[in-house]
């Protein structure tokens, strides 16, 4: 079973998720970390099936260029959609709980 350890991990597979397929510039804005290959790197090592397709683009010189576009594999989307719904889930009750605090006591 897949496994996040970091935050940056978890914005990663969050990005995978909602972007489908992203590219190493997306996933430094999405994740916050510059070194994509070795974030993709230690996702595969904690078990997810991620791939890379190369696509052939014209960079800004109009040279040939084939960046790669990170994607989850079926088997580990499916266990990513359900993590990010339960961090979202999380992250909305947190934001709805009530603080305590001296007035509330009274």
């Not at 999405?30 to 994509?36: L, M, S, V």
């Not at 990513?80 to 305590?100: C, D, F, L, N, Y």
Request: proline fraction near 5%.
């Amino acid at each position: 079973m897949p496994y996040i350890k970091t935050e940056r991990q978890q914005r990663a597979i969050t990005a995978l998720v909602k972007y489908n397929k992203l590219g190493c510039h997306e996933l430094q804005k999405n994740a916050g970390q510059i070194n994509i290959p070795e974030l993709i790197a230690g996702l595969r090592r904690n078990g997810w099936k991620i791939d890379c397709e190369r696509v052939e683009v014209l960079d800004r010189d109009g040279k040939k260029c084939r960046p790669g576009l990170y994607f989850l594999l079926p088997e580990s989307l499916e266990i990513a959609r359900k993590m990010v719904k339960e961090w979202e889930g999380a992250t909305s009750q947190a934001k709805r709980k009530p603080s305590i605090n001296q007035s509330n006591l009274d």
